[in-house]
Each structure stands twice: as structure tokens, then as C-alpha cells.
């Protein structure tokens, strides 16, 4: 039987940049999809949950900072035959509130870093590509 898992991400904004974190090798004891790459924060959403909800929780345990969500600007989806899985993902954009530091989940993240245009040298997941050429960056 084929599953749906919706995920929501957000790209933050601060001061004109965008906040990137760099996937870890091994989350929770097991190897982590694209270690190495850099990502923004998200997550799946819960059963019961709004997505624009989840990826607010997933960016608050993922970075430790407070956001508000402006829009949608990202839709994608996929069929995962292994897993017999379709993968949907939505994108926000973001604003931080606040000043506060950048505190990540070592068990998920190893390095932030805030970008004014992705460097084309760094591994970074394929949608994240797509909505920085979308947007122009």
C-alpha cells in the first residue's frame, strides 16, 4: 500500500540573508539522507498537525530560533518506490524573530551558516537549487 509523508521546511530570512544547515552523517544512530548537504530547516508533519505548524516546531528544535512564516514559495513531490512512499514538500518563507543565537541539533545538523546567494561549490539538497534560481539568488 502506497503511504503519503508531507514534510515543511522554511527558508529564513535575517537582515537579507538565508539561513543554511549542513546535514549531519548519522542522525539518530542511522545514516542520514544527503549527509554533507546543506538544507534549511523542517521536518515531517505529525498526524493531526498543519504543516505550516510542523515547520515552525521543526525549525524551533532544529535551530532554536523563533520564526514567523511569510508564504508558500515551494511545492514539490515525490514517489519513492523503495519505501513505497510519496514524499510531499512544501517551503515557506521565513523571517527570525529576534536576535538570538543559532543553536542546532547536533544529532540532525553540524554547521549554519546565513547566505546572500548559495556558493556553487557547496552540496546542496536539489530544491533548495530550484527555489534560489526560482527566486533569483
Wanted: a neutral charge; charged letters at 35%.
Amino acid at each position: 500500500m502506497i503511504q503519503n509523508k508531507l514534510i515543511a521546511h522554511i527558508l529564513l530570512m535575517k537582515q537579507g540573508k538565508y539561513l543554511l544547515i549542513k546535514r549531519s552523517k548519522v542522525k539518530r544512530g542511522r545514516p542520514n539522507f544527503y549527509p554533507g548537504y546543506w538544507d534549511v530547516p523542517g521536518g515531517t508533519v505529525e498526524e493531526g498537525e498543519l504543516p505550516r505548524d510542523a515547520a515552525i516546531r521543526e525549525t524551533f528544535e532544529e535551530t532554536g530560533q523563533r520564526v514567523t512564516i511569510a508564504k508558500v514559495i515551494h511545492e514539490d513531490s515525490n514517489y519513492d518506490k523503495d519505501r513505497e512512499t510519496i514524499f510531499t514538500r512544501i517551503v515557506y518563507l521565513g523571517e527570525i524573530n529576534g536576535d538570538n543565537d543559532v543553536i542546532l541539533d547536533p544529532e540532525e545538523h553540524t554547521k549554519f551558516k546565513f547566505v546572500e546567494k548559495l556558493d556553487p561549490n557547496d552540496k546542496v539538497v536539489n530544491y533548495l537549487k530550484k527555489i534560489f534560481t526560482e527566486l533569483c539568488l
